[in-house]
């Protein structure tokens, strides 16, 4: 499931197409979603069908929108009956400063359907509404689930390979302090290794460390103590208190727990629940996705944007 909502939008008003997208940017995140705007200023035949080559292999857009009338003196509708002539069945945009009735005609002309005709004048809001309503059908409640793992999952993937490239031997006095203390505190909080269990009677060096921590030898929640050991904000970010911390005991409900769907409210509920006894309706997954968000954002310093 994608994080962001991704746009492919051609017109040739540079100045009008940012401002939709700085409203639709806001009203995304508020949604749990990024935006992604692929956008055409000059368009023509030939970069069509290089797209529509593209978008059959591997189709990443939501929308596509296009302005009636385009630079060099191409129609969108034109546009609109390429894109379904090619098979691209993505919801499209059609919009203009002109009467809609001349764009129906066009859409008719071309027996192109499954567009949204819109005026620009005030084209914000019904276009918000579009987004909204598409959106929305993301937060059912069993595909919620799957991606609150799957994003911990790759949370969680991200840290260990920063953890693992700072345990590295290294001529850098300050980094090789580092990676000692690495290793020092995870056999603290991996009794298998401080006992040499893991590894038989072995020592955990530097290298063994490594490679533990990449394998999942370490549980995350040393992986995430060790950050608290080791990092400048570690308190922060990854203290007991912090984001990490609750949206990781929700990935552990989400994980191990047995569910059951409701008939009465349709929420979804977890057997022995603590974290959210109340169970997950779709309004709470939309808050799940912008806390989740706002958890990458936070940790983005140290692991790069997922």
């Given at each position: 499931m994608k994080n962001s909502y991704s746009i492919l939008w051609f017109d040739d008003d540079e100045r009008s197409q940012g401002r939709f997208q700085r409203r639709l940017t806001k009203q995304l995140r508020e949604l749990g979603f990024g935006i992604e705007v692929d956008y055409h200023k000059r368009v023509n035949d030939e970069i069509i069908?290089?797209?529509c080559q593209q978008m059959r292999v591997y189709n990443k857009y939501d929308l596509i929108m296009f302005d009636h009338k385009l630079e060099g003196g191409l129609k969108g509708a034109h546009l609109a009956s390429m894109f379904r002539q090619k098979k691209i069945f993505t919801d499209m945009v059609y919009y203009s400063t002109a009467n809609v009735n001349i764009l129906?005609?066009?859409?008719?002309?071309?027996?192109?359907?499954?567009?949204y005709i819109l005026n620009r004048d005030g084209m914000d809001t019904d276009l918000?509404?579009?987004?909204?309503?598409?959106?929305?059908r993301v937060f059912d409640v069993n595909n919620m689930r799957g991606y609150a793992l799957q994003y911990m999952s790759t949370l969680e993937g991200r840290l260990r390979t920063v953890l693992a490239e700072l345990v590295e031997t290294s001529a850098d006095s300050e980094a090789q302090a580092t990676a000692e203390k690495i290793v020092e505190t995870i056999k603290k909080l991996e009794s298998d290794f401080a006992l040499g269990k893991t590894h038989g009677a072995v020592k955990l060096n530097i290298a063994r460390c490594k490679r533990a921590i990449l394998k999942g030898d370490v549980i995350f929640d040393a992986v995430r103590k060790t950050f608290k050991e080791v990092h400048p904000q570690g308190e922060k970010l990854f203290g007991d208190d912090s984001n990490l911390y609750k949206l990781q005991r929700v990935r552990n409900v989400f994980a191990h727990r047995q569910h059951n769907i409701s008939e009465d409210d349709h929420k979804l509920y977890f057997d022995r629940d603590t974290t959210h006894p109340e169970g997950y309706s779709a309004d709470d997954f939309r808050k799940l996705r912008v806390q989740l968000m706002a958890l990458?954002?936070?940790?983005?310093?140290?692991?790069g944007r997922l």
């Open positions: 069908e290089v797209l129906w005609q066009a859409l008719r002309k071309g027996h192109v359907d499954g567009v918000i509404r579009i987004v909204e309503a598409q959106v929305a990458s954002e936070e940790l983005e310093p140290v692991i």
